[in-house]
């Protein structure tokens, strides 16, 4: 398996743009996870899909940021529009079965907004 | 709300000598634990996991980690390091919420190995 595919890998774009990161989480794996990470608040879990229903979106930072999982082979996140603030890397990740495997993350998408 | 703490963000040690990166949980129950490692601009991967049973965990690259309910600590340790060891070492804590698992990572701590 190829693993966690993310894309883009990296994405520079201007404050009030649209942005859209792309997931394809591993094969069979019924558990979609985004995070963003950055130096001052480390690891965040921003929301998480479970059959591709949203289960927890508690940590979305905002009304700006929206996520989808309109099929088990892909997940999107956009900021809509996007601000300074926003830059990061952003992480998706996967797991299957019981509720305490391990998850696997992709690459991550590295977000700056100028 | 289960919470994580990694006291130390920084840490450095010499190839060869031993390690110990510490982690305390705030849970009321047992949790569940995890210490993954996320090398420079990759994601992150784990390296092993406690559920239950032997409090002292193996995990891969030679990493072990020893759960003390006492002090509420997950620490994990290697006895000898290696220069590739440097990468930025993540304890996590899940519980099920509403059949569903809700994992907090802590801060994170950044290892650099010396010659």
């Known amino acids: 398996d190829a693993g966690v595919i993310q894309s883009p890998r990296h994405e520079v774009t201007e404050m009030g743009q649209e942005v859209t990161l792309r997931c394809k989480p591993i094969s069979g794996h019924n558990s979609l996870f985004w995070y963003r990470q950055t130096m001052m608040r480390g690891l965040e879990l921003l929301i998480y899909f479970n059959n591709n229903v949203p289960i927890d979106d508690s940590g979305m930072p905002e009304d700006r940021f929206s996520a989808k999982m309109p099929n088990a082979s892909f997940s999107t996140l956009k900021i809509q529009p996007s601000e300074p603030r926003d830059s990061a890397v952003y992480f998706c990740?996967?797991?299957?079965?019981?509720?305490?495997?391990?998850?696997?993350f992709g690459p991550g998408t590295r977000l700056t907004v100028l | 709300a289960q919470s994580v703490t990694q006291p130390d963000i920084h840490i450095t040690v010499s190839e060869g000598a031993s390690l110990e990166l510490r982690c305390n949980y705030s849970?009321?129950?047992?949790?569940?634990l995890f210490w993954y490692v996320q090398s420079p601009g990759q994601g992150l991967q784990l390296l092993l996991k406690?559920?239950?049973?032997?409090?002292l965990v193996q995990g891969i690259k030679g990493f072990e980690a020893e759960f003390k309910r006492s002090q509420s600590s997950f620490n994990l340790r290697k006895p000898s390091v290696h220069w590739s060891d440097a990468a930025e070492y993540f304890c996590a804590v899940a519980l099920l919420s509403g059949g569903y698992q809700k994992v907090t990572f802590g801060i994170g701590t950044k290892l650099q190995v010396i010659p």
């Open positions: 849970y009321g129950a047992t949790p569940y």
């Open positions: 990740a996967s797991s299957s079965g019981l509720p305490y495997n391990e998850q696997f």
């Open positions: 406690y559920f239950s049973g032997d409090t």
